[in-house]
């Protein structure tokens, strides 16, 4: 870019940057420009930024450059984006600039969330989706626009069918796949379902999520929690439970202690559901993120008549695409999606045959391995600096997944908690995940590693160990 080029200073709809010279890296420049000019004031909360394609014209650098900045700084909480409301400086912002009075130890930048379960929306392959959009929208029949089939697209279910096969090791036809809005919405369904069928009692894992607990509960089911240790759930357990008609499990890579049920265990849990005529429910959140070997196959791979599998796009891509899939018994299709009804929220059209066409070429394949390897070096970055940095911390779950367990001696989850809120990072103690008649009284700070951009993951890095120091 030429230097008359890189002086311009953008102006749309009035509105003038002051952005100055851009020089080198044109993104990493942009970026720092846009975060100085809200420090200072000068793009105040609420201020409406120019469109990605006007900012661009006004830089000469391609739109794209523009796109990946505006999604950065909105992952990082400096902007705000809405479909339809264009882009916007976050009014979260309004305690950092510069001209307002703060206490001196106040860091001016946004806290981070580091929650288990977010993956980097920043590394969201827009380019690659919005081929897909485009060349699965100009080929479908009108009928498509209609109301949704409750089963899901045909040809995502078929797609999704021989993915899952391949990729998770699944015994999966399109007939047997139903589409949902996302993870939760699976376990309503299939919640909703076990009740329908009489089933009371549905074990769990003594650590996991509330939410599904209380999906659970809403649809009056009781829970009762399994112990996990370092080899997963132990099923010998379950025949001294009476009236559990169902089990579910993170098998793959245990929520959120991180551990992987391990193959005995895995057949004796499904021996187990044959002999009671029960329902495990493998829900395999992050299945595709293991680090260590190849991805651990699915439970459901052992016995298609007495595993439902819950998969989702949440962790791969992005959850704002509420796109998730049951791999359900063929006995148990029409009763899970009878649970839907007439009024049940479904997915798009566009975004079934996105997905679909975004597997078919092979995208969601390069993304996955791209992830991987990112989130892989993440993962590597973190242990290594803490092994040297808080040498008294114990990192665990780092096989697979988006998230470790930190435990310190000494220190409560939830005092790690707090002092890791003084760095402005938001994390949840195990304590959150435990299950109420839990028996374990073990402790520590989960989190979540993958969902800061790569550009602020180092400053994140620092912060937490700060925090652990």
């Not at 929220?345 to 975004?351: A, D, L, R």
């Not at 001696?409 to 435990?434: C, H, M, N, S």
Request: one cysteine or more; proline letters at 6%.
């Amino acid at each position: 870019m030429s230097d008359r080029a890189a002086q311009r200073r953008p102006r749309t709809a009035g509105l003038d940057l002051h952005l100055g010279r851009l020089d080198g890296n044109v993104r990493a420049s942009l970026t720092d420009a846009v975060r100085d000019a809200i420090r200072a004031g000068r793009l105040a909360p609420g201020t409406r930024m120019p469109s990605s394609r006007a900012l661009a014209a006004d830089l000469q650098v391609a739109r794209n450059t523009v796109v990946r900045v505006y999604s950065e700084l909105i992952n990082e909480g400096w902007l705000t984006g809405l479909q339809g409301s264009g882009t916007k400086v976050s009014d979260r912002v309004a305690e950092f600039v510069e001209d307002q009075p703060r206490p001196a130890d106040t860091r001016s930048r946004p806290g981070h969330d580091l929650r288990p379960g977010h993956p980097d929306l920043s590394s969201f392959p827009r380019d690659e989706w919005i081929r897909a959009v485009k060349k699965s929208i100009g080929a479908v029949p009108f009928e498509a626009f209609g109301y949704t089939d409750p089963h899901g697209r045909g040809e995502l279910r078929d797609t999704l069918a021989r993915y899952l096969t391949r990729a998770r090791g699944l015994r999966a036809h399109a007939g047997n796949v139903v589409v949902c809005s996302g993870a939760a919405e699976g376990v309503r369904l299939v919640a909703a379902a076990l009740a329908a069928a009489g089933v009371t009692r549905v074990a769990v894992e003594e650590f996991g999520l509330p939410t599904q607990h209380r999906t659970l509960a809403d649809a009056g089911l009781e829970t009762v929690p399994l112990a996990v240790d370092a080899d997963g759930v132990d099923p010998s357990v379950l025949d001294g439970l009476p009236a559990v008609g169902a089990v579910l499990l993170t098998p793959s890579h245990q929520f959120p202690l991180g551990v992987a049920l391990r193959y005995d265990r895995r057949a004796a849990i499904v021996e187990w559901a044959r002999r009671r005529g029960a329902l495990i429910v493998e829900d395999d959140y992050d299945g595709e993120f293991r680090y260590d070997r190849s991805p651990v196959g699915a439970l459901q791979g052992l016995d298609r008549d007495h595993v439902l599998y819950l998969g989702t796009a949440s962790k791969s891509l992005a959850p704002g695409l509420r796109l998730g899939w049951l791999v359900v018994p063929d006995r148990l299709v029409d009763a899970i999606v009878a649970q839907k009804g007439e009024t049940e929220e479904t997915v798009g059209f566009v975004n079934q045959l996105a997905m679909t066409e975004f597997v078919e070429s092979g995208a969601y394949d390069r993304h996955i391995r791209a992830m991987r390897a990112q989130y892989r070096r993440r993962r590597r970055h973190l242990v290594e600096t803490l092994a040297r940095q808080a040498p008294d911390v114990r990192v665990a779950g780092t096989a697979a997944g988006l998230h470790v367990l930190l435990e310190q001696p000494g220190r409560t989850g939830r005092e790690l908690v707090r002092r890791i809120a003084a760095e402005q990072l938001t994390v949840e103690p195990l304590d959150f995940f435990r299950h109420p008649g839990a028996a374990s009284d073990r402790d520590g700070a989960v989190i979540g590693f993958a969902a800061p951009s790569p550009s602020g993951w180092s400053g994140v890095l620092e912060s937490l160990v700060r925090a652990l120091a």
